[in-house]
């Protein structure tokens, strides 16, 4: 009986719920078994139905069925376990779908262990020992299971597939060899195989030496991001304080215009009182006189009258009523003359400071080069707002449309006096300084140089012309050449009537560009930039150029 027991099949005894040996094993109505925990939560489930069925052939019960012990499977499982059920390969060995089985086994099949490349044919465990013991299988190729050994057979010929032809880059039989592939280079799959490796070996070491600089990068990006981080935190603290000292000093200064306001007010009103009370005291002497006069005038015996007529003082002149002239505003107004143009000066500055903080604020390209733009929408993702600097521009020409335009007029303007303003080239600045990646486009008219210029270029002598120095990069419009430090270069076609300008301070990339209905490089400038940049435009007699607001 128990030699018997070694030859049954493990799921004869398994609960087809959980798979497993039965335990507790129960049988319902329609004679299946299964563990009695696991019909117990099946039944469970469909207490709500009020119906229940039988998990393997569903038949239905009206009733939940009464589980009762099947005594005798019970036994037959523990005999099982006490004896051969060790040697029955367990259910996870059963080749699946998915698994390669052993194709040795009859019946059910097990997962192969191994598949053999001389043999063609996959093994389990137990079919395999003889490729360990045999000397016979000592020289075959053992390898994982795999479904893909019938692609080593030749479909020509039906020969396992040694040999590879280099010429047509395939396996091959050997007959193959002499055969269709006579006369090709051909060689063992080994040697291929051998040489192939080495390639991919070299490969590796370069994917992995790529991947250890890729992480050294990465592990740079974290160290920029925390340094970005650390920076904008401590610059954030730095500009809330330096501000806090400027609104403290406002306020200091607000207060100091208060008090001096305030003692003037009051030596004002002191001066005021005094004239006042000597006013008042003239009134009341006059009134008095008056009263007199009066009592005089009301006086009907005419001895009496003349005898005191002589007696009256003199009407005397008040000394302050000629010198009074009501003006309440004339008082205040220089202080706040004073107040108005210090406010107006500080809007300029601010205006202007918070744009070149903006303007200055560097974009964050750490390690990664970024792509030089293609198309003009492309471009125009770095489009820039910028006006040009009424203290840079020549007096011999003008700036109108908000400053984004300049052209030669006869007349000298009359621009006040500033250390920035250009003497003797009919040049202009940008209000801007350029220190990331952005875009602008010039409209011309006439002749113009478009340039980019650091700004402490000289502003007087024929060294202060864009290009004639080593401070700022210059296309001449008229002339087709591209100028820097006195050296002319031809460029590739004429620029067009409006010039694209683009520049990426942190790359040292400076191009400009014919613009029409294509983008034409016209000149490109590979070098690094040390200062700020700003933008500037050479205007000739007779001519214009305007900045054009781009979208």
């Not at 998990?55 to 019960?61: A, H, M, N, V």
């Not at 262990?113 to 389990?124: E, G, I």
């Not at 004239?275 to 005291?281: A, E, I, M, R, S």
């Not at 520049?503 to 191009?511: E, K, N, P, V």
Request: glycine share 2%; aromatic share 6%.
């Amino acid at each position: 009986m128990a030699q018997k027991g070694v030859e049954l099949d493990e799921e004869t005894i398994s609960c087809s719920i959980c798979l497993h040996l039965l335990k507790d094993p129960v049988t319902i109505p329609c004679g299946h078994s299964y563990c009695m925990n696991c019909i117990k939560r099946h039944f469970d489930g469909e207490d709500k139905k009020k119906i229940h069925s039988c998990p393997q052939c569903r038949q239905l019960f009206t009733l939940r069925p009464v589980l009762v012990k099947n005594t005798m499977l019970a036994a037959l499982v523990e005999q099982l376990k006490k004896t051969g059920l060790q040697a029955t390969p367990a259910d996870h060995c059963h080749a699946g779908p998915e698994d390669v089985a052993c194709d040795f086994c009859t019946g059910r099949k097990v997962k192969a262990f191994k598949s053999c490349l001389v043999c063609l044919a996959s093994y389990c465990e137990e079919h395999l020992k003889t490729h360990y013991t045999s000397s016979t299988f000592k020289q075959h190729k053992l390898v994982d299971p795999s479904k893909k050994l019938q692609e080593n057979i030749c479909s020509r010929h039906n020969e396992v597939m040694k040999m590879f032809c280099r010429t047509d880059q395939q396996s091959i039989c050997y007959l193959c060899s002499v055969d269709e592939h006579k006369g090709h280079d051909t060689v063992s799959a080994a040697t291929e195989r051998t040489e192939r490796q080495r390639e991919v070996e070299v490969r590796r070491q370069n994917i992995q030496q790529m991947i250890q600089d890729k992480e050294k990068d990465v592990k740079l990006l974290r160290q920029e991001l925390k340094a970005i981080a650390h920076s904008a935190d401590k610059t954030v603290k730095d500009s809330q304080e330096m501000f806090t000292q400027i609104i403290r000093l406002l306020q200091e200064r607000s207060s100091d215009v208060e008090q001096q306001v305030r003692s003037q007010q009051e030596s004002e009103e002191s001066r005021v009182k005094d004239v006042q009370k000597k006013l008042k005291q003239e009134i009341t002497e006059l009134k008095r006189e008056d009263a007199e006069l009066k009592q005089l005038s009301d006086t009907e015996d005419h001895n009496q009258f003349l005898h005191n007529y002589p007696s009256l003082s003199p009407l005397s002149q008040s000394t302050h009523s000629s010198s009074i002239n009501i003006c309440p505003l004339r008082y205040f107004e220089g202080v706040k003359a004073a107040v108005t143009e210090l406010r107006e000066k500080l809007e300029d500055i601010v205006r202007e400071k918070r744009t070149n903080i903006s303007m200055t604020v560097t974009e964050v390209d750490v390690l990664l080069p970024q792509p030089e733009p293609k198309t003009r929408d492309e471009f125009l993702k770095y489009s820039c707002e910028i006006t040009l600097d009424p203290n840079t521009v020549h007096r011999n020409r003008l700036l109108t449309e908000r400053n984004r335009k300049v052209k030669w007029v006869v007349q000298q303007q009359s621009y006040p006096d500033h250390p920035d303003r250009f003497i003797c080239c009919f040049q202009v600045l940008s209000r801007e300084s350029l220190t990331r990646r952005c875009y602008w486009e010039v409209e011309r008219s006439g002749r113009v140089n478009v340039a980019v210029t650091y700004k402490n270029i000289s502003r007087a002598g024929n060294e202060s012309r864009f290009g004639r120095n080593d401070k700022s990069w210059s296309l001449d419009c008229s002339s087709s050449t591209f100028v820097y430090s006195n050296i002319e270069t031809p460029v590739s076609g004429p620029p067009s009537s409006r010039v694209g300008v683009y520049l990426d301070h942190r790359a040292g990339i400076l191009s400009f560009y014919s613009v029409s209905e294509t983008m034409t490089l016209l000149h490109r400038v590979q070098t690094t930039f040390t200062q700020p940049l700003y933008a500037g435009i050479w205007v000739g007699l007779f001519s214009s150029a305007e900045l054009i607001k781009v979208k």
